[in-house]
């Protein structure tokens, strides 16, 4: 099986490119990425190119399987235009191209922020990405435009994606020591670990499964306690600060992206994952808490993977 894998200077490429190169039914893999691509093995080919490049055709010519894992995440600066082109407009070119040219096995790693909020969803939930969220609203217009036209594509729906590479604001929201002041019960989160998410990539290359597949670690956690495990003296925010801090930040340095997502710590975000263990045979290695420790270690740490 020959592998096209997008955004393959990324974090989460780190674990899904040496699963797939090591997986003995891909013989090969080509990552392209804006960024020259630092993996190496035998089994893998880098292409530093834009996704609308004059060389995609040809880079997608004779591939078995499309993993698309490029887009933008924290827009910081970018104008929300030139990130909606790369995100949506860019992501849907790229599909049509590649089932134009026979490429069989398309999957598209989507994101649980798509529903924005509820407990033990599954993947029937409606829509409804935290407001002033680009990220989500995209990966929502993505998936949406997919099911229209191109159903045969495989969606996947991670949980936050942890673990060592993952994206620095998890590792910093996790470290710093303050949480949500919020009444009880308190809302319910979950996570999912990169290396999971990265066997789930291995489970979609083979068999008839199509759709949408939430993944997410067993168990559940929330904010508060998740930071009260790494700070004994952990500090209580309003959610109005926590708002103002985050806009702040954004506004001044463009770091730590769009403050609509400070909205999900607020309410309980948790999925039913039957689907993705019954069609694809898939089971999480880590469960949330041992996912969030190697993230960033827990005191006394509460899960094993």
């Known amino acids: 099986m020959k592998v096209v894998v997008t955004g393959a200077a ?16 891909v013989e090969e893999v080509r990552g392209i990425d804006l960024r020259p691509p630092a993996y190496a093995h035998p089994k893998f080919r880098g292409l530093q190119a834009a996704l609308g490049g004059p060389g995609l055709d040809r880079w997608l010519a004779g591939a078995d399987a499309l993993v698309h894992l490029a887009f933008v995440v924290l827009r910081g600066r ?5 990130m909606r082109a790369v995100n949506v407009e860019g992501s849907l070119t790229l599909f049509a191209r590649a089932k134009r040219l026979g490429v069989r096995r398309r999957i598209f790693l989507s994101s649980a922020a798509v529903y924005g909020g509820g407990e033990a969803l599954d993947e029937t939930a409606p829509f409804a990405p935290l407001p002033g969220f680009a990220y989500a609203w995209h990966k929502a217009a993505v998936e949406q435009a997919l099911q229209a ?3 045969q594509a495989l969606r996947l729906r991670p949980h936050a994606i942890v673990g060592p590479r993952c994206q620095p604001l998890l590792k910093a929201l996790l470290a710093q020591p303050f949480y949500v002041r919020l009444p009880d019960p308190q809302p319910q989160l979950q996570c999912v670990h990169e290396e999971d998410v990265a066997q789930a990539v291995i489970a979609a290359l083979t068999g ?12 559940s956690f929330s904010f508060r306690e998740a930071v009260r495990e790494r700070h004994r003296r952990a500090v209580p ?3 109005a600060a926590a708002r103002r801090l985050v806009g702040l930040g954004w506004r001044l340095t463009g770091l ?21 263990h019954t069609e694809l045979g898939w ?6 808490w041992a996912a969030l420790e190697a993230t960033v ?9």
Not at 208 to 214: L, Q, S
Not at 256 to 276: H, I, K, Q, Y
Not at 297 to 305: A, C, Q
């Open 283 to 288: 089971r999480p290695r880590y469960d949330c």
């Open 10 to 25: 990324g974090r989460l490429a780190q674990a899904v490119l040496p699963a797939l190169c090591q997986h003995p039914g």
């Open 297 to 305: 270690p827990l005191r006394g740490g509460k899960g094993t993977p």
């Open 237 to 239: 925010l309003s959610l």
């Open 149 to 151: 036209c191109d159903p």
């Open 208 to 219: 008839d499964a199509r759709g949408p597949f939430n993944l997410a670690a067993e168990g």
């Open 256 to 276: 730590f992206g769009e403050p609509g997502w400070v909205e999900g710590l607020a309410r309980s975000l948790t999925l039913d994952c039957t689907r993705a």
């Open 78 to 82: 970018t104008a929300l235009a030139t």
